[in-house]
T-cell receptor
Framework: KQEVTQIPAALSVPEGENLVLNCSFTDSAIYNLQWFRQDPGKGLTSLLLIQSSQREQTSGRLNASLDKSSGRSTLYIAASQPGDSATYLC???????????FGQGTTLQVKP | DAGVIQSPRHEVTEMGQEVTLRCKPISGHNSLFWYRQTMMRGLELLIYFNNNVPIDDSGMPEDRFSAKMPNASFSTLKIQPSEPRDSAVYFC??????????????FGQGTRLTVV
């Protein structure tokens, strides 16, 4: 059974810092991995999708990496801003079942 | 495209009543997911459809929950009878493709269900 874990559960940093969010998964049989952002009381917004054959994807200040063999992904946020404050979730698409399985998320607070 | 559309956005109902949540996936998407989100349990996958066929419903908590996808543009999640512990935000998501060509999943805004 695929399990997805995100560390840390919460993170507070001053504005301008670079930071890394971690995601690990137990079964490397995946089609892709996706990072989402969720603001309080809102839906999920897709940030980045990494296919299983890829190593990383970049969008603006965000860079996501994938090491499928070790079951790990990181989301790097450069020059963090207060507007980056949200919960960040990673999800893997299992190639055995087709399911999209989520971690518990990392709640980020960027202080001005 | 308007994205994944869910209705209603908010639902308050009394215990024992039937509740029906609706979802319109993005046109052309062939995978549809229903999730439930609570503070305690996070995002739980309830059921997954591919090409309108339920592939995995192992996350459906009880027989009180049922889901249908009569066509590629519409799905429902029904709870009958509803209970206070069903109170949560229910999300629908869709994606396109198959195998290595699967695209990213897009989520609706969710339905906040409160059962009193």
């Amino acid at each position: 059974k695929q399990e997805v874990t995100q560390i840390p559960a919460a993170l507070s940093v001053p504005e301008g810092e670079n930071l890394v969010l971690n995601c690990s998964f137990t079964d490397s049989a995946i089609y892709n991995l996706q990072w989402f952002r969720q603001d309080p009381g809102k839906g999920l917004t897709s940030l980045l999708l990494i296919q299983s054959s890829q190593r990383e994807q970049t969008s603006g200040r965000l860079n996501a990496s994938l090491d499928k063999s070790s079951g790990r992904s990181t989301l790097y946020i450069a020059a963090s801003q207060p507007g980056d404050s949200a919960t960040y979730l990673c999800a893997v698409r299992s190639s055995n079942t087709g399911k999209l399985i989520f971690g518990q998320g990392t709640t980020l607070q960027v202080k001005p | 495209d308007a994205g994944v559309i869910q209705s209603p956005r908010h639902e308050v109902t009394e215990m024992g009543q039937e509740v029906t949540l609706r979802c319109k996936p993005i046109s052309g998407h062939n995978s549809l997911f229903w999730y439930r989100q609570t503070m305690m349990r996070g995002l739980e996958l309830l059921i997954y459809f591919n090409n309108n066929v339920p592939i995995d419903d192992s996350g459906m908590p009880e027989d009180r929950f049922s889901a249908k996808m009569p066509n590629a543009s519409f799905s429902t999640l029904k709870i009958q009878p509803s209970e206070p512990r069903d109170s949560a935000v229910y999300f629908c998501a869709s994606s396109r493709g198959a195998g290595q060509g699967m695209t990213e999943a897009f989520f609706g805004q969710g339905t906040r269900l409160t059962v009193v």
